[in-house]
T-cell receptor, first 111, second 115 residues
Framework: SQKIEQNSEALNIQEGKTATLTCNYT??????LQWYRQDPGRGPVFLLL?????KEKRKERLKVTFDTTLKQSLFHITASQPADSATYLC??????????FGGGTRLMVKP | KAGVTQTPRYLIKTRGQQVTLSCSPI?????VSWYQQTPGQGLQFLFE???????NKGNFPGRFSGRQFSNSRSEMNVSTLELGDSALYLC??????????????FGPGTRLTVT
């Protein structure tokens, strides 16, 4: 069955450093991969979408890579700030709006 | 532009009862998806409606159903509630249509507790 793995342990980093989150998947060949941010008590917020034929995508301090051979996506936040502390979710889909989410990784940025 | 709204925000029900949750999408969005979020299973897709038709369905029992109205507002219903149905139910809207995927905008969710 399809499986999406994100590091379930919290990632603690110092303010100003680069945070790198990992999303691995098996038994799946997604055409698209998306990253969302979720704060406690709130719904997820869309951050970035990357297609299978794209290797990398950037938006301000965010960068996503998508390696379909390794079946892995890396999500980077450069110059991290305490306000970046949240849970980050990766989601895969092939078409339409049916998303399959990973379990999320909690990021804590310490001042 | 107003965001996705969900009502009610919190709900407590007893086993065996049924419940109806409501979602109003962003104006102009024609696709509404529903997700269940629990600590153990994470975010799981329930179903998607587009132009009043169910377009995709997740792996949930028939007790979970939904519908969409002509103004794109959507409701989901859970009948014969079980303790395991306690969760945060999230609604997401997007432009939908062909050629997706589209960025999805999530509402704040409805926290359902079944006792």
């Amino acid at each position: 069955s399809q499986k999406i793995e994100q590091n379930s342990e919290a990632l603690n980093i110092q303010e100003g450093k680069t945070a790198t989150l990992t999303c691995n998947y098996t038994n799946y060949s997604p055409a698209y991969l998306q990253w969302y941010r979720q704060d406690p008590g709130r719904g997820p917020v869309f951050l970035l979408l990357i297609r299978e034929n794209e290797k990398e995508k950037r938006k301000e301090r965010l960068k996503v890579t998508f390696d379909t051979t390794l079946k892995q996506s890396l999500f980077h936040i450069t110059a991290s700030q305490p306000a970046d502390s949240a849970t980050y979710l990766c989601a895969l889909n092939n078409a339409g709006n049916m998303l399959t989410f990973g379990g999320g990784t909690r990021l804590m940025v310490k001042p | 532009k107003a965001g996705v709204t969900q009502t009610p925000r919190y709900l407590i029900k007893t086993r065996g009862q049924q419940v109806t949750l409501s979602c109003s999408p962003i104006s102009g969005h024609r696709s509404v998806s529903w997700y269940q979020q629990t600590p153990g299973q994470g975010l799981q897709f329930l179903f998607e409606y587009f132009s009043e038709t169910q377009r995709n369905k997740g792996n949930f029992p028939g007790r979970f159903s939904g519908r969409q109205f002509s103004n794109s507002r959507s409701e989901m219903n859970v009948s014969t509630l079980e303790l395991g149905d306690s969760a945060l139910y999230l609604c997401a809207s997007s432009l939908g249509g062909t050629g997706g995927p589209y960025e999805q905008y999530f509402g704040p969710g409805t926290r359902l507790t079944v006792t």
